[in-house]
Nanobody, 116 residues
């Protein structure tokens, strides 16, 4: 089993930056071979895909964040989401999601609020 804990959420002004982290514990070998994705959910909205990185380092982004967000593997235990040029529409709870061919798990999320 793997446990995921997100951190780094905060209140930031429009145009600012934040770096979110998804830290894994438990069976790290699963984390290392899986695809790690970030999703976000604003109040009253669906949980939407933001970005992902697979075990090879291949990345994929939602159109709404391309050129502003960067997902990366920090080491065998954590994945980060660097968010630049933040906009009020980026306000949401951000979730980390690990997926392999036979296993998946969600973190509990971290709140990001973009407001002046």
């Amino acid at each position: 089993q793997v446990q995921l804990v997100e951190s780094g959420g905060d209140l930031v002004q429009p145009g600012g930056s934040l770096r979110l982290s998804c830290a894994a514990s438990g069976n790290i070998s699963i984390f290392r071979i899986g695809t790690v994705a970030w999703y976000r959910q604003a109040p009253g909205k669906t949980r939407d895909f933001v970005a992902q990185i697979d075990w090879r380092g291949n990345t994929n982004y939602a159109d709404s964040v391309k050129g502003r967000f960067t997902v990366s593997r920090d080491n065998n235990f954590a994945v980060s989401l660097q968010m630049n040029s933040l906009k009020p529409v980026d306000t949401a709870v951000y979730f980390c999601y690990l997926n392999t061919h036979d296993y998946d798990v969600w973190g509990r999320g971290t709140q990001v609020t973009v407001s002046s």
